[in-house]
């Protein structure tokens, strides 16, 4: 059976007529879900004829987003015949769709069957753009709880719920983890927690609070689980029911021991995010989407006192007008790009007083009509944060200026102690830029000595965790060093984990150069082998080093005064002499005796006493005593004068105005005066010969370059003896000063010696002829025996050429050893003759280039060069000067001695060579032959010396003699080094100049 309002009974005719009067959209269905009637609102709402309606589904109208929702929602209804409720989008008669609550029941017969639907369609769409609206702010709430609680962790805040009367709950995590413990003993437990002096006003705020039903604030101290005490700062929300009672308490704890700056931005926080939206002290607005301010929350008019729903006032007219530029720049970017934007600006109080505000403004829009869009903004008093942050800045701007001031430098590391930014005080300081000094870089400008124990430090301070300090030298960009104190500390997290290191270098330059000269001068004074001492003006010492100590057998730490270490004459002179002069010329310097403790033996030193003065008040607090031992001093002062006494010569000494003060034994003796005769001035004792020139020539050249040497005449006191000696004259300073202060003379007599170097005058000049007549000799010996030896040595040629066939053997033999004799005799004779003419020769020196000469000298010697096969080799060799012929003589015997000699087992090999020694050329004649035996090296350049017989090497033996004497008469020397069976080697030097001989 069909539900249809037409077809019922006349009775119910009226039926259709109210159905069409009532105020709300009506329809009809039948039992099997067919629209069967529709009202004329519904028909009005839609733009639809009934037949569009009629034993059709309705959804045919709804949207096609919600089509299949709504279909599902009816058949279900439909099918388990419970009542239909559903909501969706309708289509205007404008072609728009709106939002329709749609509700149905069934209509049953008497027997319970369904005849069929009726139902009411209501338009939400007023109330749906609400609830949008409403879950839009609802989501930005949602996301301020979450930038809330991100908010808490990242501060570190711990956050807490109690039932009323404040006793926390069991389950708050908060508790736990801000003091060790979970506080559920009971309502006042956690009180236990509160350090007594502050539980009190605890207590009172909290009672204060659930009576009147207000958040509370308190700060006070906690006990932490170490039994420490930290500074925290107590809030608490009540949460309320209907009724106004208190269902819950939110509440936060901060820890404010480390940085009570930052209190009031927390303050701050609390009151934004507290109750959801009204819990957040913000004031929010909406505005269109140019801009114009279309109504704010109550928080608005309470600090600007301006109307909640302002016309034709833009927000921009409540900001600053130094803030407005900017504010009117990031509205325009964001309606440029449509993107949410951040500001911090100062808005206007409603007593005229700025204050500062971060702002957020983001766009929002309805979803169903474009011009119900426009932008969503709140601001969040900022200002004592602002403030804090400005006092942060002018602080850092103070610290780094007093960092500057104090010439320290700042520098910052990575947790494992790694440079990773730039450092600009650290390039400025070492010259390191960012690359150089990066990682562990910045231990290159640490001075090599101190590197290794730095590095040990610092990588110490990193695996403890503790501050790290140490002194050691930094490279300036100059390349200098110079002493810097470093010191760094851990900056932490709160987890417990470092964050960075901190560290700051400071300039100890001067500190640590006065230092070391403080360590040096103790050391000095410690090491000194003086005494040093400190005694106060009442001759009290306060102190005494090592040396003195030891000297007056004292113990260190005992007391003892002026008078206990000086012998009575001392003490009088202090008195008399020092204590006059000290308060007179501030010092003191002379001889003095003090006393042995233990033997009382009379200990001279001297000592220089000086008084030192407070350097506040100038007034004299102090006196210092150096003193030296002289007793070694006087002794040698007294071998000295028994020496001076005992000497054979002249030992005199004058004051500056010439007048003698001293003449020893020797020099009274050598001028005549006896032991107490008057001394005299010096010009006294000089002889009239040699007055005028002592003092007009040696005496001003003695002022002038403080000693003069030469021959001078004394005259003798008695007898006017004019004698010869050689006098030596000096001046004498004054040790203390430094001042001339007199002459010094050692005079000897030179008579003596100058009657034996006439008497060596005379034998030189008589050998000297005597070896002249003897050169004659040789030469003209040599020379007259060449004619007999001709004459025998021609007749024994006639002998033999005219007679040999009447010889005998032994005629023969005798004939033979005649020529033999004569050929060497002749031999001998010309040698003999060189040797002279060498002695004998006189000629001028001249350039003379060695490479000439060494090459005459082979092909002089070509002959038995090439019966040998030696080899000759040559370097370089220069020009000296000399005479030709000469050199190359002494070449043709050293390189002829080479051939002669050869070893019976290899060709000769002969190297020439020639190397500077400052004024001389060392030339050095090698061979490989047999070489000469050690106890042979002199006897070989003896005149006739051989060391093999005529039988086996030819020669006179006069060969080196010859070279020797010719390498001599230039002023230089012939040697030789040799290994027997290896070689030999000659050299000689020759005179770069030369000399003329």
């Keep these: ?282 004031i929010v607005w909406m505005s269109s989407r140019e801009g114009q301010v279309q109504r704010f929350n109550e928080h608005w008019h309470r600090f600007t006192g301006l109307p909640t729903e302002p016309h034709g006032l833009s927000w921009l007219d409540a900001v600053h007008p130094e803030d407005r530029p900017a504010a009117v720049q990031a509205r325009t970017e964001g309606l440029r790009t449509g993107q949410a934007y951040e500001l911090e600006v100062r808005l206007r109080r409603h007593d005229g007083v700025y204050r500062w505000h971060a702002c957020q403004i983001a766009p929002f829009s309805s979803g169903v009509a474009s011009d119900e869009s426009g932008w969503l903004g709140y601001a969040v008093h900022i200002h004592e944060r602002k403030l804090a942050e400005l006092s942060i800045q002018r602080s850092e701007a103070r610290f780094r200026s007093l960092v500057t001031a104090s010439s320290q430098v700042v520098w910052i590391t990575t947790p494992e102690g790694l440079a990773s930014s730039s450092q600009p005080a650290w390039e400025e300081l070492t010259g390191q830029d960012c690359e150089a000094s990066r990682g562990q870089g910045w231990t290159e400008a640490i001075h090599p000595d101190d590197r290794a124990e730095v590095i040990q430090a610092w990588n110490e301070a990193l695996r403890t965790r ?71 003006l009442g001759g009290q010492f306060e102190y005494l080093n090592p040396v003195g100590l030891r000297l007056l057998e004292r113990e260190e730490g005992s007391s003892w005064t002026w008078e206990d270490i000086t012998v009575p004459a001392a003490q009088h002179q202090l008195r008399t002499q020092i204590y006059p002069a000290l308060l007179s010329t501030g010092h003191w310097l002379g001889d003095l005796d003090l006393q042995h403790e233990g033997t009382g033996q009379r200990l001279p030193v001297n000592a220089s006493l000086m008084l030192i003065n407070d350097p506040t008040t100038g007034q004299p607090v102090n006196i210092a005593i150096t003193a030296r031992d002289i007793r070694e001093r006087q002794r040698d002062r007294a ?6 006494e005992a000497s054979s010569d002249y030992i005199g000494i004058a004051n500056r105005e010439h007048r003698i003060m001293y003449v020893n034994r020797a020099g009274r003796a050598l001028v005549g005066l006896g032991e107490h005769d008057p001394l005299g001035e010096i010009f006294t004792v000089v002889h009239e010969s040699d007055r005028e020139r002592f003092e007009t020539q040696i005496l001003p050249e003695v002022d002038r370059n403080g000693c003069w040497q030469g021959d001078l005449k004394l005259r003798h006191t008695v007898t006017g003896e004019a004698i010869p000696v050689w006098r030596t004259i000096f001046t004498l300073t004054d040790p203390s000063t430094g001042l001339m202060d007199g002459y010094g003379t050692i005079t000897r007599d030179m008579r003596d010696r100058l009657a034996v170097e006439r008497d060596l005058q005379r034998s030189n000049t008589e050998l000297q002829r005597s070896l002249a007549e003897l050169e004659q000799f040789a030469y003209v010996a040599s020379h007259d025996l060449q004619e007999p030896l001709r004459t025998v040595t021609s007749f024994s040629e006639l002998l033999v ?89 002494v070449f043709v015997n050293l390189i002829g001695n080479a051939l002669k000699f050869r070893a019976p087992d290899r060709a000769p090999f002969i190297q020439v060579d020639a190397v500077r020694e400052e004024e001389a050329w060392r030339f050095s004649v090698s061979d490989n032959g047999l070489g000469i035996a050690p106890e042979f090296h002199e006897r070989i350049f003896t005149i006739f010396q ?52």
């Design 1 to 282: 059976m069909l539900f249809d309002p037409a077809h019922i009974s006349e009775s119910s005719v009226g039926l259709e007529d109210l159905l069409n009067t009532l105020p709300s959209m009506t329809w009809c269905a039948d039992a099997h879900g067919l629209t069967t009637f529709v009202n004329r609102d519904l028909l009005a709402f839609t733009g639809r004829s009934p037949e569009a309606f009629l034993q059709q589904r309705f959804a045919v109208a709804v949207h096609p987003e919600d089509r299949d929702g709504f279909q599902k929602c009816w058949e279900q209804s439909w099918m388990d015949v419970m009542p239909f409720h559903c909501e969706f989008r309708l289509e205007h008669h404008d072609g728009t769709y709106r939002w329709i609550r749609s509700e149905a029941r069934s209509l049953h017969a008497k027997t319970g069957e369904v005849m069929g639907w009726i139902g009411s369609c209501t338009q939400i769409d007023d109330l749906k753009i609400a609830q949008q609206q409403a879950n839009h702010h609802l989501q930005r709430l949602e996301r301020n709880e979450e930038r809330f609680r991100a908010l808490v962790q990242a501060t570190h805040q711990t956050v807490w719920s109690a039932v009323p009367y404040g006793a926390p709950q069991v389950d708050s995590q908060g508790w736990p983890g801000l003091l060790g413990q979970h506080p559920g003993l009971g309502p006042d437990a956690w009180l236990d927690l509160v350090h007594p002096e502050d539980v009190l006003a605890t207590a009172q705020a909290v009672e204060q609070a659930n009576t009147q039903r207000t958040p509370y604030v308190v700060e006070h101290r906690l006990r932490q689980p170490d039994g420490s005490y930290r500074l925290m700062l107590g809030r608490a929300f009540p949460l309320q029911d209907a009724d106004g009672r208190i269902t819950e308490w939110i509440g936060m704890h901060t820890d404010i021991t480390e940085d009570r700056r930052r209190e009031q931005v927390l303050r701050d926080s609390e009151q934004r995010y507290r109750a959801l939206f009204e819990a957040m002290p913000n």
């Design 466 to 536: 503790t501050t790290y300090q140490l002194k050691h030298r930094l490279r300036t960009p100059e390349g200098t060093y110079r002493w810097y104190l470093a010191r760094a500390v851990p900056v932490w997290e709160p987890e417990g984990l470092v964050r960075e290191w901190v560290g700051i270098h400071a300039d100890i330059h001067e500190q640590k150069l006065g230092e070391f000269s403080r360590l040096r001068l103790e050391r000095l004074v410690n090491e000194s082998d003086d005494l040093i001492g400190l005694m106060d």
């Design 639 to 644: 071998r000295l004068a028994r020496l001076v």
């Design 801 to 889: 050429n005219r007679y040999a066939d009447q010889f005998d053997e032994r005629g023969h033999l005798y004939a033979r050893l005649i020529t033999e004799a004569t050929t060497r005799l002749g031999t001998l004779l010309q040698d003999l003759q060189t040797y002279a003419r060498v002695a004998s020769a006189r000629n001028e020196a001249e350039p003379v280039d060695t490479q000439l000469v060494l090459a005459q000298v082979f092909q002089t010697l070509e002959m038995e060069v090439q019966g040998t096969r030696a080899q000759l080799h040559a370097g370089a060799l220069p020009t000296v000067t000399g005479h030709a012929a000469q050199l190359r003589q």
């Design 946 to 997: 051989r060391l093999h017989t005529r039988e086996k090497y030819e020669g006179n033996g006069i060969g080196l003699s010859v070279a020797r004497k010719i390498v001599e008469r230039q002023g230089g020397r012939l040697w030789l080094e040799s290994t027997p069976g290896s070689g030999t080697t000659f050299f000689f030097t020759w005179p770069v100049k030369g000399r003329p001989v």
